[in-house]
């Protein structure tokens, strides 16, 4: 962007021509100095955002990190565990599985034989380790027999599982699964994992297999958890992100509650990827997201918006204009959520209509004095059309007061959170996949990547063992949680 300003040669030919050239030559640069002026507060705007102030990830603040300062009030406890906290000692067991005795032959003082001494007492160390490690192969043996009957020779059923000459079994399979995507492992240093514990040389491909054929087996249960957040959830968290698929930019969009999670990959953002995902067309409870408008074109559930983001976006108001509104603002969003969670505890699911009024009248007070210190100048002839740009606090303020509701319904409805951070922690591990690995090489894959990791996710979230669900899966008996067998 360039800026023409008046030269000397301007300045001198205004003085000759008069007043009314030396006014306009002022215009000019009055001009130039508010458009300097507001380019200014846009590039600092920029640099002085980070992961606490603004919606940027925590990978974006580089080297040079500010001090950190928490949204949240200190609880004035101590760290680490509190009173009362049960520990997690490792202690002796009663019956161990070996038992190693050590006889004492001599006397420590005088070197006195005591093999033929009763023994007083004996003293018990116990160590807690790994048996062996050994790769077990089972040889199935179908018999072939020829009917003395019908004259044709027939053979036993092999089980449905032993499909292969060779073959890894379910257990094989899903640590291949269970290292690659819950831990997020490369598939280079997998194959190295199996080959360092088990002696054995798996490939790529072959660990890729394994995952494809989990996606296969999950999706009936991932129909099932779509079905449930569809119609039987009341409250579903929504979020999306930017990934990379096919050295593209994709979308990841999550669903998400307390016990279930589904991801979608999808080439757009906003409404041609819900309107395919299908969730928000028939969804009737209400969904908790920021403030991106495609999830409002959905009229037929409520929308709760996500105050964590309101709190970022106060925080870097406060820092960079401050400007005190913002800063009551945000106590006045922690007051409600605390006394929200006091009332939970005390078994109460509502608050009472005077604290309702009360602190629905100090939103509107703050807003208010928001909007003195954030006055819209005066419309003007503008060159483009659409709405006149405005600042990050007058953007704010417009949206509090236009989506009050959204933003405290928390406060009317106990089942709604005050925050979207159930979706973001969701999404965070699928996105910690991504930058492990850099990008996902195809869409066929990035697809099989959200049928296990939604499908892991919910198993964690049902404190069930990952290991031993998707063993189970292999094995044809997958596990099934109770809320999607209910839908």
Known sequence: MTYKLPTLQDIHNAFIEGEEAIIKINMQQNDIIIQLAQRVEALENQTTKNSRNSNKPPSSDGYQKSNPKNLRSASGRKPGGQKGHPGSTLRQVENPDDVVPHPLLLCQNCNSPLSNVPVDSVEKRQVFDLPEIKIIVTEHLAEKKHCPNCGKTTTASFPPDVIQPAQYGPRMKAQGVYFSQEQLIPLNRTAEIFSDLYGITLSETTILSMQEEASGKLTPITGKIENCLTYHSPVDHFDETGVRVEKKLYWLHSVSTK?????????????????????????????????????????????????????????????????????????????????????????????????????????????????????????????????????????????????????????????????????????????????????????????????????????????????????????????????????
């Not at 105050?307 to 800063?327: D, G, M, T």
């Not at 209509?353 to 100090?362: A, G, I, M, R, V």
């Not at 509090?400 to 959204?406: F, P, T």
């Open 259 to 487: 016990l279930l999670t589904l991801y979608r990959i999808h080439k757009k953002r906003g409404t041609p990827a819900m309107k395919d995902i299908n969730i928000l067309p028939h969804f009737r409870g209400t969904a908790i997201h920021d403030h991106w408008e495609s999830y409002f074109s959905y009229t037929n559930c409520r929308h709760g918006l996500c105050n964590a983001h309101h709190l970022r976006e106060l925080k870097f108001i406060e820092e960079q204009y401050n400007q005190p509104w913002s800063k009551q603002m945000t106590k006045l969003l922690v007051t409600i959520k605390e006394a929200v969670d006091i009332a939970k505890q005390q078994g109460k699911d509502a608050l009472l209509p005077t604290q309702l009024k009360t602190f629905s009248d100090q939103y509107d007070q703050i807003l208010q004095i928001g909007f003195i210190a954030n006055p819209l100048p005066p419309p003007k002839k503008q060159k483009r059309r659409g709405r006149m740009k405005q600042t990050p606090p007058q953007n704010l303020l417009g949206r509090l007061q236009k989506n009050k509701q959204e933003t405290l319904l928390f406060m009317y409805d106990f089942k709604v959170d005050f925050d979207n951070n159930q979706a973001e922690r969701d999404i965070r591990m699928t996105k910690l996949k991504q930058k492990i690995s850099g990008c996902f090489r195809t869409e066929f894959y990035a697809n099989i990547i959200c049928n296990i990791r939604g499908y892991i996710s919910t198993v964690r979230k049902h404190n069930y063992g990952i290991l031993e669900a998707l063993e189970s899966l292999f094995q044809g008996t997958p596990y099934i949680p109770e809320i999607l067998i209910a839908s």
